[in-house]
């Protein structure tokens, strides 16, 4: 079992930062894949950014140039560095975590982007 923490959300202006932290805990395999996902209301669920094992990343086009995501594997945690904050961006970030076939999923953290 794998079990994801997310955190560092919160109310920001237009044109603000946050930065986003995950921590993985439980059954931890080298090779994974991890990404930030989000979901507005009354929309689906969809990747902002991600990062392979491989150590390739992968961004939405609409957060490209304003989001970059890391991770350190020494402490199971995955980042996303977000810039030039949208309305739009507002959603609830989700971290996830891919081993061995399985998917698992942090309980959400809110980032609502309104001045």
């Known amino acids: 079992q794998v079990h994801l923490v997310e955190s560092g959300g919160g109310l920001v202006q237009p044109g603000g930062s946050l930065k986003l932290t995950c921590v993985a805990s439980?059954?931890?395999?080298?090779?994974?894949?991890m990404g930030w996902y989000r979901q507005a209301p009354g929309k689906q669920r969809e990747l902002v950014a991600a990062f392979t094992n491989a150590g390739t990343t992968d961004y939405a086009d609409s957060v490209k140039g304003r989001f970059t995501i890391s991770g350190d594997t020494t402490k199971n945690t995955a980042y996303l560095q977000m810039n030039s904050l949208k309305p739009e961006d507002t959603a609830v970030y989700y971290c996830?975590?891919?081993?061995?076939?399985?998917?698992?999923w942090g309980q959400g953290t809110q980032v609502t982007v309104s001045s």
């Open positions: 996830n975590r891919k081993q061995f076939g399985l998917s698992y």
């Open positions: 439980g059954i931890l395999f080298g090779i994974y894949d």
